[in-house]
């Protein structure tokens, strides 16, 4: 089965961090860039993030939205990829998905992890 | 900055059709996206490249994109139907931009 399986998430305090898993399986995982999305409760999509494939040197990119607080990594041993963000911000609240990229769109999307920011 | 327009919310009788339209300046030049997100349910793309429907889409998903205006048509909208619906788009200076949303509710 091709899915992606996800894992952190949780309540955190507001200036402190998150780092989000996810898993692929059922697909050639090193062949695929890998992305991050958001979305606020209420709120639409919001893509915050990519890291390339190998033999695009591993390459990332950010939205600037969250530019400077984030760094998104992958192993591809693993055929994981990882998402972290600090100075975690009360906006920062969102369920947050991993998803495939298919050229310009999401073709795989993971189930989602809630990441709520209250003191 | 690149911005998606989508109606907020749009109702449909069974088996009528669905039009939602998502709107950008000059968005016929870009490829389109479609994802369909049901309630507690992460989104699903239903439509890339403007037209072209993954497998396992039932048949009545279309889209289209001309001009300023791309439009995902479910023809013989069914009660599963009923979802979100998000258009996406890429952008050289935004990246990847999703519209706001449209609500279908299948009365």
């Known amino acids: 089965e091709v899915k992606l399986v996800q894992s952190g998430g949780g309540l955190v305090h507001p200036g402190g961090s998150l780092r989000l898993s996810c898993v692929g399986s059922g697909f050639p995982f090193s062949e695929r860039h890998m992305d991050w999305i958001r979305q606020a409760p209420g709120k639409r999509l919001e893509w915050i993030g990519r890291?390339?494939?190998?033999?695009?040197?591993?390459?990332?990119h950010y939205a600037a939205s969250v530019s400077g607080r984030i760094s998104i990594s992958r192993d591809d041993t693993d055929s994981s990829m990882y998402l972290q963000l600090d100075s975690l911000k009360i906006d920062d609240t969102a369920m947050y998905y991993c998803?495939?990229?298919?050229?310009?769109?999401?073709?795989?999307w993971g189930p989602g992890t809630m990441v709520t920011v209250s003191p | 900055s690149f911005e998606l327009t989508q109606p907020p919310s749009l109702s449909v009788s069974p088996g009528q059709t669905t039009n939602i339209t998502c709107s950008a300046d000059s968005l016929g030049n870009k490829f389109v996206y479609w994802y369909q997100q049901r309630p507690g349910q992460s989104p699903l793309l239903v439509i890339y490249k403007d037209d072209k429907r993954p497998s396992g889409i039932p048949e009545r998903f279309s889209g289209s994109n001309s001009g300023n205006t791309a439009t995902l048509t479910i023809t013989g909208t069914q009660a599963t139907d009923e979802a979100d619906f998000y258009c996406?788009?890429?952008?050289?200076?935004?990246?990847?931009?999703f519209g706001g949303g449209t609500r279908v509710t299948v009365l």
């Open positions: 998803a495939r990229a298919d050229q310009d769109g999401f073709d795989l």
């Open positions: 890291v390339q494939t190998e033999t695009s040197d591993l390459s990332t």
């Open positions: 996406q788009a890429w952008d050289s200076s935004t990246l990847y931009v």
